[in-house]
């Protein structure tokens, strides 16, 4: 076969001496390629273009002054013979370029090679992202197998699928799109739940061994990205192990949709109702001629392959060599291809260190035209970006059933293209699923068929009124009732596709039974953080919430201070202290107009006393009556309320709560009850109850006789449960007990079901459906018929008049009798001007001032009678 490739060569050197002339320019291009793989017919599809091409290039092109020369070599699917080919090529044959290797796990060590000889390494078919950013001088003239996972991942969204197995090839091929097709999976909310890395050689015995632990999981969306030999080996296994039938969803990467036409039968039956993405490519007059000449050539020197349409890859080889060409006539144009003989000394291998090779990569990346595969543009040494064509596998054909673009996402056709983007499943055409059904997978199925889901109940003897779980003695069934299993049936008749399921009881309370699995919990679950950290929880049905309740007490009437009770002692004080600056008013004010004599305290006090009732007259008159309306209006409502709050006590049984506060059971260290079994222990800690303070109990009857015990003969002070339990408790124990503290606020009782459950999303949305509708609120109502009574009306501490009732009136009568005071003041230092003028003399000592003051004070009435003063009452000046 090496002759054969030699002889190819040396009358394609021939050929393009003879028909160009003495004067052309020829620029030595080898080509790698897995011509003799059974794996894959890329190599042959690549090679059977590449000279098509050149033949098409130059009849076209007579007048080109360069030509290429193509040295043909084989890598026998080898790593290390593409790199020995590599090392020939730019060594022996000076080569200007090398189109190739054809994989990417050979590219990743040959491009290393062209970097250091300054020779372009073009692969139109090694397609793996990692590839780019390792050296200038390679370039992709096919498109990187990043550019489909956001089409990949829209079509996850448009059918609305949370999970997602990835099986791919453990290659530099395989692993070189993880990254890019797991985050773009994230990015539509769907979890990548398993991903499965096949070696190239795997054995059917592996093969088989990763598809059956596949079907143990419930996920049933599986994208696979393989090269077409190990990929056909794949689907063979998943059609014999019954994986290709109704519900399951299989999406191939453009690797393996390019190949199908290329299958065998076996291949194409075990691949029916797949989903497959490829570029693009737009029909033209020049493609249809092209492909029925090349389909008819090829098949002609490759026996016993099939080939319907042309091979992507075929394709973009065709266009590469033509931009190669064009690039090598553009060089040859500035100069010609002269070839320097130095030896880069450094590293393992001496490589010639070509002097075209730059200038022919900077022409490459410059040439833009449009080929058979379409638009032909470089960008950061990568084709373009172009749509990609969305198939579905039915017979031995790919019908078309959407196409996706970067900037409008799926639509039917690229004429039909909706702004914004839409992942909307309603653009894409019928599709035939596996199984032969057009009814998209719901992607997700129970592990083994038939099994039911399996929901867990709790078994208690208590505290069972929203959910009671009985088992037959003779039958051994589940028999399970409340208001829980109603909304829960209803949930699931919600659901848009039928679930089977039943109940499976455990008991509740035993701690050490055996550990089931179970596929759901109903019952009265309360979501906690600590809880969502082990199971995903759906959307809450009932209110949330925890609370307290304790015994209620009645107010004694017949105690000696209830008199004291209906004002707060803040009021009382304040009256009290009120009333005594007003008497002061009226005293101050009071003594200006009726006293006039020096009179003794006691006749002060009768003054005070007898004024309101003969005010007098003047404005000292009208200043005391203002003092006194003001106080006789606070004192008249004082009054009234004090009368009204009174009788009320005394006629009315008041309630009052045991205990009112937290910190109260903390500080006495008192007892507290709540559920057996419940998460509201750990949250009575965190409140800061010491564990040694909480009793738990299996059921309503011994909290109520823990209550009515107390703390002090070994019951509790309170209990503490959720709402729901808490109404429930209080209907039964009407009158008894009332809620008091703070309620404190949680999630609510949901579903709860195994980390990662698909089902949760889709019961969530039931559960918003039955919500709205009123579904859910009907059930309610119809156990809320049933709760006569929720406890007293009164549920706090019964209430006194307080100050903030008053503080406004007081407010209004203290500034008016200060005002009152300041203006009878400011009267009385105006007749008394001669006395403040002695006082103000600045020549009068400090001890003649004070036998000034006490002499004025010492007089009966200085205010309304100023008398005549004795010569032994003269103020002595200095």
């Given at each position: 076969m090496d002759f054969l490739l030699l002889l190819l060569s040396a009358l394609l050197h021939l050929h393009t001496s003879l028909s160009s002339g003495t004067s052309t320019v020829n620029f030595q291009v080898g080509v790698i390629l897995d011509l003799n793989s059974s794996n894959s017919p890329v190599g042959r599809i690549g090679l059977s273009c590449l000279l098509r091409a050149h033949s098409d290039?130059?009849?076209?092109?007579?007048?080109?002054?360069?030509?290429?020369?193509?040295?043909?070599?084989?890598?026998?699917?080898?790593?290390?013979?593409?790199?020995?080919?590599?090392?020939?090529?730019?060594?022996?044959?000076?080569?200007?370029?090398?189109?190739?290797?054809?994989?990417?796990?050979?590219?990743?060590?040959?491009?290393?090679?062209?970097?250091?000889?300054?020779?372009?390494?073009?692969?139109?078919?090694?397609?793996s992202p990692s590839l780019i950013p390792r050296t200038p001088y390679f370039i992709q003239t096919a498109e990187s197998d990043a550019n489909q996972v956001q089409a990949i991942a829209s079509i996850?969204?448009?059918?609305?699928?949370?999970?997602?197995?990835?099986?791919?090839?453990?290659?530099?091929?395989?692993?070189?799109?993880?990254?890019?097709?797991?985050?773009?999976?994230?990015?539509?909310?769907?979890?990548?739940?398993?991903?499965?890395?096949?070696?190239?050689?795997?054995?059917?015995?592996?093969?088989?061994?990763?598809?059956?632990?596949?079907?143990?999981?419930?996920?049933?969306?599986?994208?696979?990205?393989?090269?077409?030999?190990?990929?056909?080996?794949?689907?063979?296994?998943?059609?014999?192990?019954?994986?290709?039938?109704?519900?399951?969803?299989?999406?191939?990467?453009?690797?393996?949709?390019?190949?199908?036409?290329?299958?065998?039968?076996?291949?194409?039956?075990?691949?029916?109702?797949?989903?497959?993405?490829?570029?693009?490519?737009?029909?033209?007059?020049?493609?249809?001629?092209?492909?029925?000449?090349?389909?008819?050539e090829f098949l002609q020197k490759n026996q016993g392959m099939n080939m319907a349409e042309t091979s992507i890859f075929g394709l973009w080889a065709y266009d590469t060599l033509w931009a190669l060409a064009m690039a090598a006539e553009r060089v040859g144009k500035s100069a010609p291809n002269v070839h320097e003989n130095n030896v880069d000394s450094e590293g393992l291998f001496a490589l010639r260190i070509s002097e075209t090779g730059p200038e022919l990569l900077i022409a490459l990346l410059k040439t833009k035209f449009t080929g058979l595969a379409g638009k032909f543009n470089l960008v950061n040494g990568q084709l373009e970006h172009t749509p990609y064509q969305i198939v579905n596998m039915v017979g031995t054909i790919e019908r078309e059933v959407g196409i996706w673009t970067p900037s409008g996402g799926i639509s039917k056709c690229l004429s039909n293209i909706i702004s914004p983007y839409s992942t909307s499943k309603e653009n894409f055409g019928t599709i035939i699923w596996p199984g032969d059904t057009t009814i998209?997978?719901?992607?997700?199925?129970?592990?083994?068929?038939?099994?039911?889901?399996?929901?867990?109940?709790?078994?208690?003897?208590?505290?069972?009124?929203?959910?009671?779980?009985?088992?037959?003695?003779?039958?051994?069934?589940?028999?399970?009732?409340?208001?829980?299993?109603?909304?829960?049936?209803?949930?699931?008749?919600?659901?848009?596709?039928?679930?089977?399921?039943?109940?499976?009881?455990?008991?509740?309370?035993?701690?050490?039974?055996?550990?089931?699995?179970?596929?759901?919990?109903?019952?009265?679950?309360?979501?906690?953080?600590?809880?969502?950290?082990?199971?995903?929880?759906?959307?809450?049905?009932?209110?949330?919430?925890?609370?307290?309740?304790?015994?209620?007490?009645?107010?004694?009437?017949?105690?000696?201070?209830?008199?004291?009770?209906?004002?707060?002692?803040?009021?009382?004080?304040?009256?009290?202290?009120?009333?005594?600056?007003?008497?002061?008013?009226?005293?101050i004010l009071g003594t200006k107009i009726i006293t006039t004599t020096r009179d003794e305290p006691g006749q002060h006090v009768g003054m005070i006393c007898y004024f309101p009732f003969f005010p007098g007259q003047g404005i000292d008159g009208s200043l005391l009556c203002l003092v006194l309306v003001s106080w006789a209006f606070v004192a008249s409502l004082l009054n009234s309320t004090y009368t009204a709050s009174l009788s009320s006590r005394l006629t009315v049984q008041r309630l009052q709560p045991s205990i009112t506060d937290v910190k109260q059971l903390i500080k006495n260290g008192d007892y507290v009850g709540t559920q057996e079994g419940s998460f509201i222990v750990s949250f009575l800690i965190n409140l800061g109850f010491n564990s040694s303070k909480i009793r738990t109990y299996k059921s309503t009857e011994d909290c109520d006789e823990a209550l009515t015990l107390g703390s002090k003969k070994g019951g509790i002070?309170?209990?503490?449960?959720?709402?729901?339990?808490?109404?429930?408790?209080?209907?039964?124990?009407?009158g008894k007990y009332m809620i008091v503290g703070p309620t404190y606020r949680t999630a609510g009782f949901a579903l709860a079901f195994p980390k990662g459950s698909p089902v949760v999303a889709d019961i969530s949305r039931a559960i918003i459906q039955l919500t709205e509708n009123g579904t859910i609120l009907e059930i309610e109502q119809?156990?809320?018929?049933?709760?006569?009574?929720?406890?007293?009306?009164?549920?706090?501490?019964?209430?006194?008049?307080?100050?903030?009732?008053?503080?406004?009136?007081?407010?209004?009568?203290?500034?008016?009798?200060?005002?009152?005071?300041?203006?009878?003041?400011?009267?009385?230092?105006?007749?008394?001007?001669?006395?403040?003028?002695?006082?103000?003399?600045?020549?009068?000592n400090v001890r003649s001032r004070f036998y000034v003051l006490w002499s004025y004070l010492k007089q009966r009435n200085p205010w309304a009678h100023p008398k005549t003063t004795n010569t032994r009452d003269q103020i002595p000046v200095s």
């Open positions: 290039f130059y009849s076209l092109h007579k007048d080109y002054k360069t030509r290429l020369v193509l040295h043909v070599r084989d890598s026998n699917d080898s790593v290390i013979d593409a790199a020995a080919a590599a090392l020939d090529l730019l060594n022996n044959v000076k080569v200007d370029s090398i189109i190739g290797p054809q994989k990417s796990e050979q590219v990743n060590f040959v491009m290393d090679l062209g970097d250091r000889a300054h020779v372009p390494i073009i692969s139109f078919s090694a397609t996850v969204k448009a059918f609305q699928w949370s999970q997602v197995v990835i099986i791919y090839e453990d290659t530099e091929f395989g692993n070189g799109i993880m990254p890019y097709l797991s985050n773009a999976l994230q990015d539509v909310n769907a979890r990548v739940s398993y991903r499965s890395s096949i070696p190239q050689t795997a054995t059917n015995d592996f093969i088989s061994k990763e598809l059956y632990k596949m079907m143990t999981m419930q996920t049933r969306v599986f994208v696979v990205h393989m090269s077409q030999s190990l990929g056909t080996r794949l689907f063979k296994k998943s059609k014999e192990l019954g994986m290709m039938s109704n519900g399951y969803a299989w999406i191939v990467t453009s690797g393996l949709t390019d190949l199908f036409y290329s299958n065998d039968f076996d291949s194409v039956v075990a691949m029916q109702g797949v989903l497959g993405v490829k570029p693009l490519i737009p029909k033209s007059r020049e493609l249809e001629k092209f492909a029925s000449k090349w389909i008819q998209a997978p719901r992607g997700w199925e129970i592990p083994v068929s038939g099994k039911k889901l399996r929901i867990g109940v709790p078994q208690k003897p208590g505290f069972n009124e929203f959910l009671k779980v009985n088992i037959d003695p003779r039958t051994n069934a589940v028999q399970v009732s409340g208001y829980f299993k109603e909304m829960f049936d209803s949930v699931m008749e919600a659901l848009p596709y039928a679930m089977p399921y039943e109940y499976s009881a455990y008991p509740f309370f035993d701690l050490n039974g055996s550990k089931e699995q179970y596929d759901a919990g109903l019952g009265d679950i309360t979501i906690t953080a600590t809880r969502s950290i082990y199971a995903d929880f759906t959307l809450p049905y009932a209110e949330g919430g925890v609370t307290s309740i304790v015994p209620i007490m009645y107010e004694n009437v017949n105690d000696v201070w209830t008199f004291m009770q209906p004002l707060t002692k803040e009021l009382w004080l304040t009256t009290a202290t009120f009333y005594i600056f007003t008497a002061l008013a009226i005293w002070s309170a209990y503490y449960d959720v709402l729901p339990h808490i109404k429930l408790f209080l209907s039964q124990y009407c119809r156990l809320s018929s049933n709760l006569a009574c929720l406890g007293p009306e009164s549920n706090s501490t019964p209430t006194s008049v307080t100050l903030r009732s008053f503080l406004v009136l007081f407010s209004i009568t203290g500034c008016v009798t200060l005002i009152c005071l300041l203006v009878s003041l400011l009267i009385y230092l105006h007749k008394q001007r001669a006395f403040l003028e002695r006082m103000s003399d600045f020549n009068v």
